[in-house]
């Protein structure tokens, strides 16, 4: 089963700035929407932000103005950089090639997730 790879999770002081970063791959790179995901124990997982594959992004408001989503097609890879952040960022990081694609083979890999703890 394909899965990502997420690196750059850590611990950070509030303010402070982190990189997420995550290697997909070029199937996802040519035909899928990514993502990141967060999840707090006992709450949902909850979208921070996407890029389509056309390049069109979504922010949630929670995040809007602090993070910034990109995508590398060539390289494969999906990044977020994570900047002012805040106790309330402090989650598990999901990075995920979840939307579009082909019917016959739509979208929907994930990572295992990598924690951020902001204090």
């Known amino acids: 089963q394909v899965q990502l790879v997420e690196s750059g999770g850590g611990s950070v002081q509030a303010g402070g700035s982190l990189k997420l970063s995550c290697i997909t791959s070029?199937?996802?790179?040519?035909?899928?929407?990514e993502a990141w995901h967060r999840q707090i124990p006992g709450k949902e997982r909850e979208l921070v932000a996407s890029?389509?594959?056309?390049?069109?992004?979504f922010y949630a408001n929670s995040v809007l103005g602090r993070f910034t989503i990109s995508r590398d097609n060539v390289q494969n890879t999906l990044e977020l950089q994570m900047d002012n952040l805040t106790t309330a960022d402090t989650a598990r990081y999901y990075c995920?090639?979840?939307?579009?694609?082909?019917?016959?083979?739509?979208?929907?890999?994930w990572g295992q997730g990598t924690q951020v703890t902001v204090s």
């Open positions: 070029q199937y996802m790179s040519r035909n899928c929407g």
């Open positions: 890029v389509s594959r056309e390049g069109t992004i």
């Open positions: 995920a090639a979840s939307f579009g694609g082909p019917s016959w083979r739509p979208c929907n890999y």
